[in-house]
């Protein structure tokens, strides 16, 4: 098993398949046939690619913060306190923006209700904050309801940037995530490297004891963000999101991490 996984990595070091698609599908069906082998199941099938994807500069701009928060409160005013920028309207909540992209707004009961349907409320909020966004996940427990949305730019999924909508008895109390703004390029930015090279890190992870699956059913590429100054300087960079019968992992093309989702 060593020795297929080395000549398998050895082979993908040589291989320039970012304009061979020919090549790179037969890297992820010999990757996954190495998984297969191994007790974890996938079919190549399940591993969505996307050789456009490369690093982009990401930068704190205030201006979007500002729409996110009049969208939902409305008039507000606004308090500096460093790297925290606050938000008020006395009747409707605040809201709070820190400079990594994470915000948090609490609204008092009644201001936003779900009575013309959860998703039609969040999709009509989604587009007044200027958020883009590819999935949502709806989450039911009892008189408590959660919807959460992925951030993405130009159409591709950020997956370490979602945003929770939380209703409860009806009423929206509480909007929470992060959220990216000011893309810009980097020069020499890394574009996404090969599935098969992110798959077999995924492997080595699993068989090392990091986590337990038996089924991969769908790999896809995407960003992740990471913030590195203290006034939003980052950078979203290549990912992949592996989802499994137990999880799902991001795989940090760049660096090779991998963590939960969760």
């Not at 930068?59 to 005013?77: N, W």
């Not at 349907?117 to 590819?134: D, K, N, S």
């Not at 919807?147 to 997956?159: D, E, M, Q, S």
């Amino acid at each position: 098993m060593l020795l297929l996984i080395n000549a398998f990595l050895g082979a993908v070091i040589i291989i320039d398949a970012a304009d061979d698609a020919r090549i790179e599908r037969q890297a992820i069906e010999d990757a996954c046939a190495v998984l297969s082998s191994s007790g974890i199941m996938i079919e190549p099938g399940f591993v969505i690619t996307n050789n456009t994807i490369r690093t982009m500069r990401t930068v704190r701009e205030d201006e979007a913060e500002a729409k996110i928060a009049q969208a939902v409160l409305g008039e507000t005013i606004m308090t500096d306190l460093g790297v925290i920028y606050m938000y008020e309207n006395e009747q409707r909540g605040t809201a709070e923006f820190y400079s990594a992209g994470d915000f948090e707004i609490f609204l008092k009961e009644g201001v936003i209700t779900n009575e013309n349907g959860t998703l039609r409320t969040v999709q009509g909020l989604i587009h007044g904050m200027g958020l883009e966004t590819a999935s949502q996940i709806v989450m039911l427990d009892q008189d408590r309801e959660t919807v959460t949305v992925i951030g993405a730019y130009k159409g591709v999924n950020i997956f370490n940037c979602t945003t929770e909508f939380i209703f409860s008895a009806g009423s929206l109390k509480t909007i929470k995530g992060r959220y990216v703004a000011g893309v810009e390029p980097l020069e020499n930015g890394a574009e996404i490297m090969h599935a098969g090279t992110a798959l077999l890190g995924f492997l080595t992870w699993v068989r090392n004891g990091n986590a337990v699956c038996t089924h991969i059913y769908r790999v896809e590429a995407g960003y992740q963000h990471s913030v590195f100054g203290s006034f939003g300087e980052g950078v979203i960079s290549p990912a992949w999101l592996i989802t499994t019968d137990t999880e799902k992992y991001i795989v940090d093309d760049v660096t090779g991490e991998i963590w939960a989702m969760s």
